[in-house]
């Protein structure tokens, strides 16, 4: 499950912000000046679109790394 | 200047800034989590009050209170500005939007509107901190370009540092309506999955 849902948010990373972050490697918001709030919604629509699910208003607000993401993810998934 | 535009989009909309508004204004300019990019903001209601009777007399200048629609909650400022008659033209700034508010992607939208679809304007420029990455990035992201760097424009702190001036023109306007559009629809519709 984990292994699926970290390649989703892998690609959507790399389409989106142009970094193929090795997947063990987290990426934090708050070191990626790219990351800006365009490519915030971006990047949770394209997981949303990948896997299947809907993020809470809360739960967007509150992603603040790739790991942060993969675990939010797995959680739907496992609900 | 006291102006009567409002203009609405899917989850959030723009209104005149009032007087009454000093007190938030106040309040959202002295956030720190902010701030680190803005000058310091006198923060005596009385002179912001004085600053909005100043700006209610001032041509060319909309000031706008950014609210979210289903609750009229108060989300931050934004503003088009010294409008040259003569080019057509206008700043647009003052942006701020307080902590954890959704409303970047539709409050820029919505300010272009206001530039090209109301005040029918050639182009619109904005001119950013160059160690403001993220709000760079951001610009960059809705598909505006670069124009040029201004050598020492902004004095932050007792510093002087370069600004970035992006600048959307009439030409480009359609295709950046369409995508930020379409991106303020989307999130229109996350934000009402909780409603």
Redesign the interface.
């Known amino acids: 499950m984990t292994s699926k849902v970290e390649t989703a948010v892998c690609e959507a990373f790399r389409v989106i912000l142009d970094l193929p972050p090795d997947p063990g490697q987290n990426v934090l918001r708050k070191e990626s ?7 915030h ?2 990047i ?2 394209a997981v949303e679109a990948r896997l299947g699910i ?5 739960e ?2 509150a992603i603040d790394s790739k790991d942060h993401i993969v675990r939010l993810a797995v959680a739907h998934l496992e609900s | 200047m006291n102006h009567d535009i409002f203009l609405y989009g899917f989850a959030f909309g723009l209104r005149p800034v009032e007087l009454a508004d000093a007190e938030y204004m106040i309040e959202i300019r002295t956030k720190p989590e902010l701030t680190e990019f803005l000058p310091p903001l006198c923060t005596d209601p009385e002179a912001q009050r004085a600053y909005l009777t100043d700006y209610f007399e001032r041509d060319g200048d909309y000031y706008f209170v950014v609210e979210r629609i289903s609750n009229n909650h108060l989300e931050g400022n934004i503003a088009v500005y010294d409008v040259d008659t003569e080019k057509n033209c206008a700043e647009w700034g003052r942006w701020i939007l307080d902590v954890g508010s959704r409303a970047a992607i539709e409050g820029a939208w919505l300010i272009y509107r206001v530039a090209f679809e109301i005040l029918e304007l050639e182009f619109v420029y904005c001119r950013t901190n160059v160690e403001n990455t993220r709000t760079l990035s951001f610009h960059d992201s809705c598909g505006l370009d670069r124009d040029q760097i201004l050598p020492n424009f902004i004095e932050l702190n007792g510093k002087l540092c370069d600004a970035v001036e992006h600048r959307l023109t009439r030409e480009k306007w359609p295709s950046v309506d369409a995508d930020l559009r379409a991106k303020s629809e989307l999130v229109s519709k996350v934000l009402s999955r909780g409603a």
């Open positions: 000046p790219i990351w800006d709030s365009l490519k919604m971006e949770i629509f809907q993020f809470s208003e809360e967007m607000g």
